[in-house]
């Protein structure tokens, strides 16, 4: 068995944006920009891009989740 750490891990990584689904959208488009002009050739690079962007997307979800329970 492979030992590893998860990209995202939400016990472990702390509580996830769970505002309102416009402020998350906002922050989902504000991230990928932000991690969208990260250099492909540095991995310490990609590897914060696809933490940025995994966290960003686990908020959104939670935001689209709770604006559905309403």
Known sequence: MTSYSPLFDPAKDGPVFT?????????????LAEKGRA??????????AAYGLAHVLAGLLNALDEEARR
């Open 39 to 48: 250099n492909i050739h540095q991995p310490d690079a990609m590897i914060q």
């Open 19 to 31: 505002g309102d689904v416009a402020r998350a959208r906002e922050r989902a488009r504000e991230t």
